[in-house]
């Protein structure tokens, strides 16, 4: 019904950024929240941000407020997380997903569509 595809990913340095794009295709809603899912080695899955739509209110995890910025492009049908001042500790296999249901942001069972994953490497 709705597939979504993560690109961006790739090798920072400690301070520098990334931006990461999700492409949502096929038949879409009007009304969801999308949201950036990471999961390091090791770890379980971890919120990020979420932005609504048409809304655009904007959500975040403490450990990204400040540094990271969510945003999304109805035009091109794709959500965006800038990431600034990377921090190893970033490092991740980062997660775009879908929602028509979602209450709660920072719940991955909440999302009805996840993309593939794209890696983010911040060396220190």
């Known amino acids: 019904q709705v597939q979504l595809a993560e690109s961006g990913g790739g090798l920072a340095q400690a301070g520098g950024s990334l931006r990461l794009s999700c492409a949502a295709s096929?038949?879409?809603?009007?009304?969801?929240?999308m949201g950036w899912f990471r999961q390091a080695p090791g770890k379980e899955r971890e919120f990020v941000a979420a932005?609504?739509?048409?809304?655009?209110?904007?959500y975040y995890a403490d450990p990204v407020k400040g540094r990271f910025t969510i945003s999304s492009d109805n035009s091109k049908n794709t959500v965006a997380l800038q990431m600034k001042s990377l921090k190893p500790e970033d490092t991740a296999v980062y997660y775009c997903?879908?929602?028509?249901?979602?209450?709660?942001?920072?719940?991955?069972?909440?999302?009805?569509?996840w993309g593939q994953g794209t890696q983010v490497t911040v060396s220190s």
């Open positions: 932005i609504s739509w048409p809304g655009g209110t904007t």
């Open positions: 096929g038949r879409t809603f009007s009304r969801y929240i």
């Open positions: 997903a879908a929602g028509t249901r979602v209450i709660v942001v920072a719940t991955p069972s909440r999302y009805d569509y």
